[in-house]
């Protein structure tokens, strides 16, 4: 999975943060559409032509609509669905999970993967000195749930110089 999502990065990624999922969808050639009345948060269909398109709920939040995408574009590029099959994408900023469920856990970690590159988040964290975790949050565009699992899968931390007291005063130790 990691090198999956790093050569679909190397592949398609501008080195900005957030990271354009939209543009890597188009470059990957996969549809993309947004609908009111879908009855899921979010859907990836894989035609019997072999054609995939990730259709999204309006409602859903923008930062949750990215995971989705990524998500969906994990199972696309793990081969997960046959053409002809179509899927739910479970969506939610709780970051619920069936962890008995071996694709949507690899889809999960493609995701997470490709919407927080890790030399992007070493720079955040290292040179940026980023404080927290809603900060990271705000400059990958994405929960700050997401965040905390993707320092923990790469073992990393928030900077020891970078505590909160309770009055939300940053306090250099």
Not at 136 to 148: C, I, Q, R, T
Request: a neutral charge.
């Amino acid at each position: 999975m990691a090198l999956l999502a790093e050569g679909i990065l190397k592949l398609h990624w501008d080195q900005t943060v957030p990271v354009n999922v939209a543009h890597i969808v188009k470059q990957m050639g996969v549809g993309l559409q947004l609908q009111d009345t879908l009855a899921t948060n979010a859907q990836l269909t894989i035609t019997p032509d072999n054609r995939a398109t990730i259709t999204l709920n309006r409602q859903l939040p923008p930062a949750l609509q990215r995971y989705a995408v990524a998500h969906a574009l994990g199972h696309v590029a793990l081969h997960h669905l046959r053409p002809g099959m179509s899927q739910h994408i479970p969506v939610s900023e709780d970051f619920r999970l069936d962890f008995d469920q071996r694709h949507a856990v690899e889809a999960n970690d493609f995701a997470l993967r490709l919407l927080m590159p890790e030399p992007a988040l070493r720079y955040a964290l290292e040179d940026m000195r980023a404080r927290d975790l809603e900060e990271l949050a705000h400059v990958f565009a994405v929960p700050a749930l997401f965040v905390k699992q993707r320092l923990a899968d790469l073992g990393l931390k928030l900077p020891a110089h970078a505590v909160r007291s309770k009055h939300s005063v940053i306090i250099d130790t």
